[in-house]
């Protein structure tokens, strides 16, 4: 094995070490002064881990990383954005685990990323956009759209509707997701949805604040509720 080859496994099984460590923060600030080129990879990897916690805390640190990578090389912070888009097109062969999730952390962390490619992240739930058909893949979307919604509400007004067939589907991970996303953008129309919402018992698990949480969809209804204005 390479020097090479052994440095970036040394520096994987670092990383993979402080994202599961239990003081996130303090973890996460530690991947973020390393040199962003260096970290891109193992995060970018951790992405499609088994390992549900590793794979949100990686989610969470490329929303770091990026951020600060946009804040000195715009341009480099552009091609990671990019290359989440293409493992998301069909000509790359891959599924995309994970992309429109590091996509929606990133964005809700970076305001200038945010307005160049919001629109991309939401053409992914859009039947006349680049629309993802394969079910897991949306709950990620969801997701994605939904940590942007909560972080940048002003810049998704306009979008609600998009969710509004998924807090219908058969699937309870998308009902909740599109009902968690959609209170944010305090919607009339999204209301009635919501309260349609409020008895419905089946669970899921959202990653928020560090950790994977059960919530049933009703739950998550009731809270978009509260912030749903309906005058």
């Given amino acids: ?83 989440y888009m293409w493992q998301l097109n069909d000509e790359s062969g891959g599924i995309g685990w994970g992309c429109p999730e590091a996509m929606g952390e990133i964005m809700a962390r970076n305001d200038n990323l945010a307005d160049e490619f919001w629109c991309i992240l939401i053409s992914y739930i859009r039947p006349d956009g680049n629309y993802l058909e394969h079910e897991v893949l949306q709950r990620g979307v969801l997701w994605g759209v939904g940590r942007l919604a909560h972080a940048r509400p002003k810049l998704l007004k306009t979008s609600v509707e998009y969710l509004h067939p998924y807090m219908q589907s058969g699937d309870p991970h998308l009902r909740g997701l599109a009902a968690w996303a959609a209170g944010a953008l305090q919607n009339k129309n999204t209301a009635s949805i919501l309260n349609g919402l409020k008895d419905d018992s089946a669970k899921l698990s959202i990653y928020l604040d560090w950790h994977i949480k059960r919530h049933s969809v009703g739950e998550l209804a009731k809270k978009a509720l509260q912030m749903v204005k309906t005058e």
């Fill in 1 to 83: 094995m390479s020097r090479h080859q052994t440095s970036s496994r040394q520096l994987k099984t670092r990383i993979r070490k402080l994202l599961l460590q239990k003081n996130p923060e303090s973890g996460l600030a530690q991947i973020g002064r390393m040199p962003a080129r260096k970290a891109i990879n193992p995060l970018f990897s951790f992405l499609c881990s088994p390992d549900e916690l590793l794979k949100w805390r990686a989610v969470a640190a490329m929303g770091e990383v990026v951020d600060r990578l946009a804040g000195t090389d715009m341009e480099s912070a552009r091609v990671i954005m990019r290359r």
